[in-house]
C-alpha cells in the first residue's frame, strides 16, 4: 500500500530514493506501541483529518517566534494562519509555489528560499510565494571544477 502511494505520489521526482522512502513511512507510521504517525493522528487530529484544536486556538500560546511553510496546492488551509495579526503574534506565513503537503520534496529549491527568508528574522516573507528561481539561478552561476573523479580531462 505505502509503496503504490509513493511511487504514484513521487512519480516526477526521479532524485527520491522510493525504497528509502516507503521504508521510512512504514516506520514511522506503524512501529512500536506509539509510533510517530499514530501518536500525532491520535494526539492533534479528530477523526476525518479535523483538528482536535485549530491553529488561531494555538498560536497565542506559542513563547517564541512562529513561521509557517504550506504548498501552493497544500491540502492544509494556511488562511488561518494568514489572518492572524503579525503585529500581535511573532509569526510569518510562507507558501511555495508548485509544491502540496510535502513541500521539501515538491520544490526544495522554493523552500530553501522560504528558509532563507525564515532566518532574515524580520517578517519580510510573511505572505509571500517563492518560486525558488533565485536559488536555482545561483545555483547554476557555480563554477564547474575541472579534473572531477573518475573524469578525464579534455586537454
Not at 503504490?4 to 522510493?18: E, T, W
Not at 482536535?52 to 512562529?66: A, S
Not at 496546492?73 to 488562511?79: I, L
Amino acid at each position: 500500500m505505502l509503496g503504490k502511494y509513493v511511487n504514484g505520489r513521487f512519480r516526477d521526482q526521479p532524485y527520491i530514493a522510493k525504497p528509502e522512502l516507503i521504508e521510512y513511512l512504514y516506520q514511522n507510521w506503524t512501529e512500536g506501541d506509539l509510533s510517530g504517525g499514530g501518536r500525532m493522528h491520535a494526539t492533534l487530529l479528530e477523526p476525518g483529518a479535523f483538528a482536535r484544536k485549530p491553529l488561531c486556538d494555538r498560536i497565542p500560546l506559542i513563547p517564541v517566534r512562529t513561521d509557517f511553510i504550506y504548498g501552493t496546492t497544500d491540502w492544509m488551509d494556511f488562511t488561518c494562519a494568514l489572518a492572524l495579526s503579525p503585529g500581535e503574534y511573532d509569526h510569518a506565513v510562507m507558501r511555495v509555489k508548485d509544491a502540496g503537503h510535502n513541500v521539501m520534496v515538491d520544490n526544495p529549491m522554493g523552500l530553501v528560499e522560504a528558509m532563507g527568508s525564515c532566518l532574515q528574522g524580520d517578517r519580510s516573507g510573511h505572505g509571500a510565494v517563492f518560486s525558488g528561481d533565485s536559488f536555482k539561478l545561483n545555483v547554476f552561476k557555480l563554477p564547474m571544477t575541472a579534473g572531477a573523479p573518475g573524469e578525464e580531462s579534455e586537454e
